[in-house]
């Protein structure tokens, strides 16, 4: 969590019994948390001390595509910006107030991340099992390639030493 507001830990806090959140104030903060800890999601305020959310969003997307980044802020001076911040890969895009509702309106993007995780997560348990079962066809390939090759090879010996055999008769 890129941010310093309780206030918004508690609205986290009724969409999850225990979330795990790190709160970080810099840029080489987020970087190094990034590289020993890996986020479902990433939330950010607007305006941070040294970095926005262009920089978080850009932080993040280098280290990993796949976290979406949530901006949540008290305000914007231009509306335009909201666009462009999900134009640069915020995911979403929220008010801070009012702050007791915070939590039922990230409810529908978080279930949507998960859905979307899930899918993810399913794609590539899938691509993992056919993989596995491509690997297990190409060992019995070459097995019975050997043993087809150890087949002819004993055929042969069996030829050569019949054929011999007629020839010394």
Known sequence: LVSDSVLIQRQFKKLSDSPEI??????LALSNALKGFM???????FSLDGLDAFDVISI????????????I???VKNESIIDELLKAGAYGFFY???????????????????DERKQNL???SDQRRSKESIRELADYDRAFGR?????????DKVIDFFSSRNRNA
């Open 122 to 124: 399913k794609i590539i």
């Open 96 to 114: 801070k107030d009012p702050m007791n509702t915070l939590h039922e309106r990230l409810t529908p993007l978080f279930l949507k991340i998960f």
């Open 39 to 45: 986020p479902d999601i990433v939330v950010t305020d």
């Open 22 to 27: 790190r709160f970080v104030d810099s840029r």
């Open 60 to 71: 993040v997307k280098d280290v990993n595509s796949l976290i979406p980044v949530i901006v």
């Open 73 to 75: 802020t008290g305000n």
């Open 147 to 155: 043993e087809e090759k150890d087949e002819r090879d004993i055929f």
